[in-house]
């Protein structure tokens, strides 16, 4: 005879938690598992959302939480955008995180997130290390290719605050350098931090509230303590979207605490549309570029914030190629890549493989040779693992930022531009006590 539930006395401060998010309106209706990426999993064969949340209903939290359930979540949304009564099945999963105990968080993600609390960054990458490693790859990139070019740090009164991922600090410097383009094309006022500088919210990953808070609260200090216009909310989905929380969260403490942000596909629009950097076309000729649409970045945002960013990107591509698709389902519909919610550098490889299996159908159905991402997780999902299962039809992934870097036509900066750069690049490395090679002397300008 089966086991029949019976119900469970919860702890006070679960049982207001879970009171708050409205359990009892569950019609068990079917439509989150329907949608969720996780139904039919192997592996989790008889657990799918609607019987999670019957048993959260029954007070079975302790089974939830000890079950990979919550971990395999990518919180990418599709279960609340569709539910009919509105519950925010993701932030529930969220809240069974919470509640597992910090030592059995599956993986390296919880170990990341404390290193980002002592450290400033999920790699725990000494300060000297990155910031020789920034004045080293920019005067690499001014030597190659932009003469004046440096990466500004702790920049006075700067007009843009940008975040590394520590991903590309550590090992995928390439990617840092598209942006790095496109704020020396616009002549834009910009500067990264010099400690806690980390764009990834692991905090959002592991359900830790406080250090989703505390990763925001650092964001907001440094924009007043240097007097920046606005910040460029972080690529990664979860990121930008536990930024946006977290910063919620600190200016619901204090108004002083609210600062002027701008989402990166809104800054990239904004600089094509006032003509601050020039684009060619013809760069990517012969090839059909299509765009993911990220969770967070999209369907999340619309739910939580009352805007996803849906055509700001897709705007922005087709000012840089001729030939845009649209995968089908798209936009509020759109299907997870499966590496969300911290399922990338979880230990969930296969599956995360099979919940980014109708993405790699709709990659391929789209006929597209260049799929465009706007996350950093979706874009090693993408590029990396979904290839290794999924064998038969082939494409490239680029950031949205690269494409846009890779068309960039960028007017050359004068004599005088060029100095007043070297100079100023000189004082801060000089400030911050890093040494690098001086091979400026051997510089001298182009001929008219």
Request: one cysteine or more; charged letters at 25%.
């Amino acid at each position: 005879m089966a086991d029949v539930a019976k119900l469970t006395k919860l702890p006070p401060e679960v049982a207001d938690r879970l009171k708050a998010f409205n359990l009892n309106y569950c019609l068990t209706c079917g439509t989150c598992s329907g949608g969720c990426p996780i139904t039919g999993t192997p592996g989790m064969e008889g657990w799918d959302t609607r019987k999670v949340l019957r048993m959260l209903v029954y007070g079975m939290v302790q089974d939830v939480v000890d079950s990979k359930f919550p971990w395999l979540c990518t919180g990418c949304g599709r279960c609340a955008a569709a539910c009919p009564m509105d519950i925010d099945i993701p932030y529930i999963m969220g809240y069974m995180k919470h509640l597992r105990a910090r030592d059995q968080v599956p993986g390296i993600i919880h170990k990341g997130c404390q290193n980002n609390i002592d450290t400033g960054n999920n790699m725990a990458i000494p300060k000297e290390d990155y910031l020789f490693n920034m004045a080293d790859m920019g005067k690499e990139l001014a030597a190659d290719e932009l003469p004046g070019f440096f990466v500004p740090v702790d920049r006075q009164d700067a007009s843009i605050l940008f975040f590394p991922n520590s991903k590309e600090v550590f090992s995928d410097y390439e990617d840092m350098i598209w942006w790095w383009k496109i704020f020396y094309a616009a002549r834009e006022k910009w500067t990264i931090p010099s400690e806690n500088w980390e764009a990834v919210d692991w905090g959002l990953f592991t359900g830790n509230y406080e250090a989703t808070k505390l990763f925001a609260q650092r964001k907001i200090d440094m924009m007043k303590q240097f007097n920046i216009q606005r910040m460029i909310m972080p690529d990664c989905g979860g990121g930008s979207y536990g930024c946006r929380v977290g910063m919620k969260n600190c200016a619901l403490e204090s108004p002083e605490n609210k600062i002027n942000s701008i989402y990166l596909f809104e800054y990239l629009k904004e600089i094509i549309e006032q003509g601050r950097i020039k684009l060619d076309k013809s760069v990517h000729a012969g090839k059909v570029f299509t765009w993911h649409d990220s969770c967070k970045h999209g369907r999340e945002l619309e739910r939580h914030f009352g805007h996803g960013y849906f055509e700001e990107p897709r705007w922005v591509i087709q000012q840089c190629v001729d030939e845009f698709v649209d995968m089908e389902p798209s936009r509020m519909n759109n299907y997870c890549c499966g590496a969300g919610g911290g399922m990338w550098p979880m230990p969930y490889e296969a599956e995360s493989a099979w919940h980014g299996r109708k993405k790699y159908e709709q990659i391929k159905n789209s006929g597209a040779n260049v799929v465009v991402v706007g996350c950093s997780n979706c874009h090693d999902q993408i590029m990396k693992r979904l290839p290794k299962f999924y064998t038969d039809y082939k494409y490239e992934v680029k950031y949205i930022w690269e494409v846009v870097a890779d068309a960039l036509v960028i007017d050359p900066y004068t004599e005088e531009e060029i100095a007043a750069n070297m100079a100023e690049a000189a004082a801060q490395w000089e400030r911050l006590g890093i040494e690098i090679e001086d091979e400026d002397d051997d510089w001298t300008p182009p001929e008219e």
